[in-house]
């Protein structure tokens, strides 16, 4: 079995009585850091000494068959540095593989830097998309940015606190100045802080420097305004297009907001008039 271990984002009374008990049990742990894991046992007094294996974004695709295999007759605890592993962590090829290999993956459950920045960043939380760190390079940056400017999910994103202001910078330019966001640094942790307000000014405030794992929260595309005169031509253009009216009233309704029935009974009245000026 491959059993993925979520560890602590930052504070240790975050470790769950399972995970000790499994840390504890082990015989075998995958780690993305060794010495990172074998500190972890040492601060949560964890008596057992399992076999370390170095499991990380560089060897990964080497070992993830050799751990399956391995797998198919023993466990295997699969840990990342903090948080639950496969979620822009290692260990995504080898639950795939193990999917594939009909080798049992199960999980224990445990903080998420993702879920606690969404959960106190005071944005929307009904739908939400992780989308975990831009590309450094400009120009796909750049391309990602455009491809998500029209997002209404909630968006959330891992950065380096080196990289923050010009990333909200860049937010700013793509998203609009306005649009609300939350920088939520060093959760669980001592100095956790979460600063709330629009793009740019988060990005004047973070130009001064900012520390810690950061997790930045952005709220989704606000809903574009539809009059009803812009409404009634994209009725009409369907319907001109071969659409039936009724289904074409339904979907544009359902786009902008309005009334179904009110824009069926305008483009009826539309097509009287324009019938009766012949």
Same mark, same amino acid.
């Given at each position: 079995?491959?059993?993925?271990?979520?560890?602590?984002?930052?504070?240790?009374?975050?470790?769950?009585?399972?995970?000790?008990?499994?840390?504890?049990? =082990?015989?075998?742990?995958?780690?993305?850091?060794?010495?990172?894991?074998?500190?972890? !046992?040492?601060? !949560?007094?964890?008596?057992?000494?399992?076999? !370390?294996?170095?499991?990380?974004?560089?060897?990964?695709?080497?070992?993830? +068959?050799?751990?399956?295999?391995? =797998?198919?007759?023993?466990?295997?605890?699969?840990?990342?540095?903090?948080?639950?592993?496969?979620?822009?962590?290692?260990?995504?090829?080898?639950?795939?593989?193990? +999917?594939?290999?009909?080798?049992?993956?199960?999980?224990?459950?445990?903080?998420?830097?993702?879920?606690?920045?969404?959960?106190?960043?005071?944005?929307?939380?009904?739908?939400?998309?992780?989308?975990?760190?831009?590309?450094?390079?400009?120009?796909?940056?750049?391309?990602?940015?455009?491809?998500?400017?029209?997002?209404?999910?909630?968006?959330?994103?891992?950065?380096?606190?080196?990289?923050?202001?010009?990333?909200?910078?860049?937010?700013?330019?793509?998203?609009?100045?306005?649009?609300?966001?939350?920088?939520?640094?060093?959760?669980?942790?001592?100095?956790?802080?979460?600063?709330?307000?629009?793009?740019?000014?988060?990005?004047?405030?973070?130009?001064?420097?900012?520390?810690?794992?950061?997790?930045?929260?952005?709220?989704?595309?606000?809903?574009?305004?539809?009059?009803?005169?812009?409404?009634? =031509?994209?009725?009409?253009?369907?319907? =001109?297009?071969?659409?039936?009216?009724?289904?074409?009233?339904?979907?544009?309704?359902?786009?902008?907001?309005?009334?179904?029935?009110?824009?069926?009974?305008?483009?009826?009245?539309?097509?009287?008039?324009?019938?009766?000026?012949?």
């Amino acid at each position: 079995m491959i059993l993925l271990a979520a560890t602590p984002i930052g504070n240790l009374g975050d470790a769950s009585v399972r995970l000790r008990e499994t840390l504890e049990a =082990a015989t075998v742990v995958a780690a993305e850091d060794t010495r990172h894991t074998a500190q972890l !046992l040492r601060l !949560l007094e964890i008596e057992n000494r399992p076999e !370390l294996i170095a499991l990380h974004d560089h060897n990964e695709h080497e070992r993830a +068959a050799a751990l399956v295999a391995r =797998a198919a007759t023993e466990d295997i605890v699969l840990v990342s540095d903090a948080g639950m592993p496969t979620v822009s962590d290692p260990g995504f090829r080898v639950v795939q593989l193990a +999917a594939e290999a009909g080798v049992t993956v199960s999980a224990i459950p445990g903080p998420s830097a993702v879920i606690t920045a969404l959960a106190v960043a005071g944005l929307p939380t009904d739908r939400f998309a992780f989308e975990g760190f831009l590309p450094r390079k400009a120009g796909e940056r750049g391309r990602s940015l455009a491809a998500l400017a029209a997002e209404r999910r909630t968006l959330v994103f891992f950065e380096a606190p080196t990289r923050l202001a010009a990333t909200l910078a860049d937010l700013a330019a793509a998203f609009g100045s306005e649009r609300p966001a939350a920088v939520c640094r060093e959760l669980t942790k001592l100095h956790e802080e979460v600063r709330r307000g629009p793009l740019a000014e988060l990005a004047e405030w973070a130009a001064a420097g900012v520390r810690g794992e950061i997790v930045l929260v952005v709220g989704g595309a606000p809903e574009a305004e539809v009059s009803p005169e812009a409404a009634l =031509a994209e009725v009409q253009q369907r319907v =001109a297009a071969g659409e039936r009216l009724k289904d074409a009233s339904r979907a544009v309704a359902e786009a902008s907001g309005l009334s179904s029935r009110e824009l069926y009974a305008a483009a009826l009245a539309a097509r009287t008039e324009n019938g009766a000026s012949r």
